[in-house]
């Protein structure tokens, strides 16, 4: 059942299969209007099968926009035609900035730095995936150390933004970062 549950940004973290997109997509289904954009490119067929099972496991009536290195502009186009949008998931959008730019840490941040500035302006509630990558032992090569530092950076960006920062813990949310109760 639709409710409305005002405007809110949610930026939600976690590791690898830690319940995040299931959690973003019950807090999604409160929106009458719900758009996904999704982030993932099939490069290959594990990936196709991971892309087809999750389009599966969205309702029927939500738009689905793909937006694997332009998210910024995907979310202004969706504009006020929606009350709760999904971005699943700023960890491969990442991966894909990193290819799209050559590695080049100052144009990846700033696409972070121009969708921090994009969702201040959206009217309704955006709900951001990410995973937490800082937390595990630090890479071996020069190329995972450069995305886990970026991804760090794109995460400390959006949660900048974000009104609410949960993070999931096998299935289980933790409150980050609360939105401050408007007094009546």
């Not at 409710?3 to 319940?19: A, M, N, P, Y």
């Not at 999904?86 to 991966?95: G, K």
């Amino acid at each position: 059942m639709a409710e409305d549950v005002g405007r809110r940004i949610v930026l939600v973290l976690g590791g690898v299969r830690s319940g995040k997109s299931q959690y973003a997509q019950e807090f999604a289904t409160r929106g009458r209007r719900v758009a996904f954009l999704a982030t993932a490119q099939a490069g290959d067929d594990e990936m196709r099968d991971r892309i087809a099972k999750h389009r599966a496991e969205r309702p029927a009536g939500w738009t689905t926009i793909e937006a694997p290195i332009l998210l910024e502009d995907a979310l202004l186009q969706c504009g006020g035609q929606f009350d709760t949008i999904v971005i699943d998931c700023l960890t491969v959008w990442t991966a894909n900035l990193m290819e799209h730019e050559a590695s080049d840490r100052a144009r990846v941040l700033a696409h972070a730095d121009r969708l921090a500035q994009v969702l201040l302006g959206v009217s309704g509630s955006v709900v951001l995936v990410s995973n937490e990558v800082g937390s595990g032992i630090v890479p071996a090569n020069e190329m995972a150390r450069t995305y886990r530092d970026l991804l760090g950076g794109v995460n400390q960006r959006i949660a900048a933004a974000a009104d609410e920062v949960i993070l999931l813990v096998a299935g289980c949310p933790l409150v980050i970062k609360q939105a401050m109760a408007v007094p009546a």
